[in-house]
T-cell receptor
């Protein structure tokens, strides 16, 4: 149980175009989803936190107009990279936090990631 | 500020040998600590977590970790490494907000290679 999928797993786009990445919790309801960015041989950096039905909360330094996050249902969150540029090339990972459970015992379940390459 | 340090970027061990991956954290309150493993093409998988209680935590795949408050450490151990353990390992600390762990701060990861 607690499976998170991402689609696509790999995408190449031209500079200036927009790309949408989907994150789905397949067998649980994720009241909160997180989006991370991972550079080669580096750690995961949290970009934003989204709660279902609310606006996402972005980390300092992350452009909210560039990285649009929508969390329209308890099983789907999307990240749209608008007007993508080569510096946006990275590995994007989402995770979902299960609804309910004991406070503090909120494990995040991670998707397999999406490799974005902007030419 | 909260931070996680994994001093070893890359470690190579022989199959069957013991393993210890180091993790140090900086956090003002009682930490919620996690170890994740990342294999190519797969999402991060939780190995184990510490919230409270016994400071020696058992996880999946034969891993364990020990929380040492005095050393601000949460090192991951395995007595006998298998070739399938080759992967990248991340230590993380959970930030508590209103009683619920909301954010994870990750270390830079340790890449484990296993020699036959």
């Amino acid at each position: 149980g607690a499976v998170v999928s991402q689609h696509p797993s790999w995408v190449i786009c031209k500079s200036g175009t927009s790309v949408k990445i989907e994150c789905r919790s397949l067998d649980f309801q994720a009241t909160t989803m997180f989006w991370y960015r991972q550079f080669p041989k580096q750690s995961l950096m949290l970009m934003a936190t989204s709660n279902e039905g609310s606006k996402a909360t972005y980390e300092q330094g992350v452009e909210k107009d560039k990285f649009l996050i929508n969390h329209a249902s308890l099983t789907l969150s999307t990240l749209t990279v608008t007007s993508a540029h080569p510096e946006d090339s990275s590995f994007y990972i989402c995770s979902g936090k299960r609804f309910g459970g004991l406070a503090g015992n909120n494990e995040q379940f991670f998707g397999p990631g999406t490799r974005l390459t902007v030419l | 500020a909260q931070s996680v340090t994994q001093p070893d970027i890359h470690i190579t061990v022989s199959e069957g040998a013991s393993l210890e991956l180091r993790c140090n954290y900086s956090y003002g309150a009682t930490p919620y600590l996690f170890w994740y493993v990342q294999s190519p093409g797969q999402g991060l998988q939780l190995l184990l977590k510490y919230f409270s209680g016994d400071t020696l935590v058992q996880g999946i795949k034969g891993f364990e970790a020990e929380f040492k408050r005095s050393q601000s450490s949460f090192n991951l151990r395995k007595p006998s490494v298998h070739w399938s353990d080759a992967a990248e390992y991340f230590c993380a600390v959970g930030m508590v907000d209103g009683g619920a762990t909301n954010k994870l701060i990750f270390g830079t990861g340790t890449l484990l290679a296993v020699q036959p």
